[in-house]
């Protein structure tokens, strides 16, 4: 039996924690609108990555001169619509591995 990789996990893992990472920067910072905008300088290559990602969906927004800004309703908006994608493809594990155990037990 060959076993699956971890590194779509990890890499899943370390592309979260970069989306966590640059959020709580300008939640740190309050910079939820234009007027506060503030400097952001991605510290890896997944961060820098991630952020031009969530520049390129609205989600990190540039004011001017190199400072940007969150937008909420859109961070919020991105968080549901994976949550919608995410949340039945559990349920369906948790079911399966549910029937597979009672089918076990049942032997």
């Known amino acids: 039996m060959?076993?699956?990789s971890?590194?779509?996990s990890i890499v899943a893992g370390l592309v979260s924690r970069a989306r966590r990472r640059i959020a709580a920067h300008f939640f740190f910072h309050h910079a939820i609108d234009a007027e506060d905008?503030?400097?952001?300088?991605?510290?890896s290559a997944i961060e820098q990555r991630e952020f031009e990602r969530m520049r390129g969906t609205g989600v990190i927004r540039e004011a001017s001169?190199?400072?940007y800004w969150i937008d909420t309703a859109a961070y919020q908006a991105e968080i549901d619509a994976r949550r919608r994608?995410?949340?039945p493809i559990v349920i369906v594990l948790c079911v399966a591995i549910a029937?597979?155990?009672?089918?076990g037990y049942r032997s």
Do not use: F, H
Not at 37 to 43: D, E, G, I, S, T
Not at 99 to 103: F, K, R, T, Y
């Open 2 to 4: 060959i076993a699956a």
């Open 6 to 8: 971890p590194v779509p």
């Open 37 to 43: 905008a503030v400097a952001y300088l991605p510290q």
């Open 65 to 67: 001169g190199g400072r």
């Open 85 to 87: 994608k995410l949340v």
């Open 99 to 103: 029937a597979v155990i009672l089918l």
